[in-house]
């Protein structure tokens, strides 16, 4: 009985592996014709995907919200444009066809070329400038792309690369019919085969998917857990810092991964910044009783309860059996202890937050990497200081790939028009997150660089002797 009903499982696994084989052919196809356009013709398709997403933000925002169940649409709205506007201007002048630059001085000119065909995994917490990042960055460097979109959020993500070919088709845009390709009917069993046979893989999305990405043999970007660390010392305005990181905490919910998970506070001010945090929309909770509440729903044994993720406040504090104030924007907890003392130190993916008091400024550090250790080591800590030393220590001492000073890590993390980190939708953890790269994956890493190494014209070689006194 058993091998009969396993032939329906067997025919569908050979029909998905030539579905994927398809998709593959058709992306080849395209990318060699990609691979002979100018730098104007990638940029210009480039534009088309983001500008699309711009134009359409609030519809492209409302079908996520609709479909995921989680996150907030206004937040969406905002996303889906400042994502746009500020990935395209920062790759809009990069060179990425050709040659790209000439070094007098060491002799190197550097000549970019295509990777091949990428392989973009995809979350449901980011359905909509994910895939819109990671196809302008691919295009960017003359490649082709498949998106392999989560399950829960496969047709708003669809819908995307739809309106994106449909905009590129009716503009006249110069492009591939396949160059931008995503699987329909997604599935597991679809995206390991897609990932074992494209030439890079980026894998945006939980660990278990990133380490799939690792094993499919093929060289791969993926991403760290978050649990962003934050540090309020004690020369700030409580007010002003409380409300950034509240901000940054609420946003959408609380389904980004560089999101604000901790506020660790002076313990002389302590009393202050919770009374400045609750001012700015904070639930504050430090009775046992109360706060177990919230540990039980939040955490299934030592797992994110996914009945969480991207929720409201008040669903939150409803299935917590808490009534909390209607405007309430977060849920701050007082820990009973760091790292593995207290799950309250793991990432939620939802707008909670856990509360630390520290003696010292080296308290304050070693409370943040113990719950670093615990997750999210590589990925990103905030601070809010205006004490120079104290963020060289912090940048220094914690085994992050990104410190956010007086910012909402949440908006910011991933690359803003303030800061000087590479916008993205991908935040590389470095070892630290089992990541290969430790800083904002972007169109640099989504091509190869030839070097054409010439002598050096009036090259002046040292002695031996001159060497070694170095």
């Not at 808490?322 to 593995?340: E, F, N, Q, R």
């Amino acid at each position: 009985m058993s091998e009969i009903s396993s032939i329906p499982e067997l025919m569908k696994k050979v029909a998905d592996l030539s579905y994927i084989s398809d998709l593959m052919q058709n992306a080849r196809e395209a990318q060699k014709e990609l691979a002979t356009y100018t730098q104007d013709e990638v940029d210009a398709i480039v534009k088309v995907i983001a500008k699309t997403v711009y134009d359409n933000a609030e519809e492209l925002a409302r079908m996520a919200v609709d479909e995921t169940r989680m996150g907030v649409y206004e937040d969406k709205v905002i996303k889906n444009k400042g994502k746009s506007k500020t990935i395209y201007n920062h790759i809009a002048d990069k060179k990425t066809v050709g040659v790209i630059n000439k070094d007098e001085l060491t002799g190197l000119t550097y000549v970019a070329k295509p990777i091949g065909i990428v392989g973009a995994v995809t979350p449901t917490t980011n359905p909509i400038v994910t895939p819109m990042c990671n196809s302008m960055f691919a295009i960017k460097g003359g490649n082709s792309i498949i998106i392999a979109p989560h399950p829960r959020s496969q047709k708003c993500s669809a819908y995307t690369v739809d309106l994106i070919n449909k905009n590129i088709k009716e503009q006249g845009i110069k492009c591939p019919e396949h160059a931008i390709q995503i699987i329909r009917d997604s599935s597991i069993d679809k995206t390991s085969e897609l990932m074992g046979i494209v030439d890079v893989v980026i894998a945006t999305g939980g660990m278990g998917l990133v380490r799939e990405a690792y094993s499919s043999g093929k060289p791969s970007f993926g991403v760290g857990a978050g649990n962003v660390q934050v540090i309020v010392d004690t020369d700030v305005d409580f007010d002003d810092a409380t409300a950034k990181i509240i901000a940054g905490r609420k946003f959408d919910n609380g389904i980004i991964c560089s999101g604000e998970q901790t506020i660790i506070a002076p313990r002389d001010k302590y009393d202050e910044v919770i009374k400045a945090a609750v001012k700015n929309g904070a639930y504050y909770a430090e009775d046992e009783e109360t706060v177990n509440k919230f540990r039980k729903i939040l955490f299934i044994g030592s797992t994110l309860n996914k009945d969480v993720v991207g929720q409201s406040v008040q669903k939150i504090a409803n299935l917590a059996g808490v009534t909390v104030p209607s405007d309430t924007k977060v849920i701050l907890l007082k820990a009973s202890g760091i790292g593995k003392e207290d799950i309250l130190c793991k990432e939620k993916m939802c707008p909670v937050m856990a509360a630390f008091a520290y003696d010292s400024f080296d308290e304050a550090i070693k409370i943040a990497q113990t719950n670093l250790n615990l997750e999210g080591k590589g990925h990103t800590a905030a601070i809010h200081s205006n004490n120079s030393k104290h963020i060289e220590l912090a940048g220094t001492k914690l085994t992050i790939s990104r410190l956010i000073v007086n910012a909402s890590s949440s908006t910011t993390a991933g690359g803003s028009l303030t800061n000087g980190l590479a916008p993205t939708t991908t935040l590389g953890c470095g070892t630290w997150g089992n990541n290969i790269i430790s800083e904002n994956l972007d169109y640099k890493h989504l091509i190869n660089v030839s070097r054409i190494a010439s002598v050096i014209k009036n090259a002046e070689v040292p002695s031996d002797d001159l060497i070694w006194q170095k």
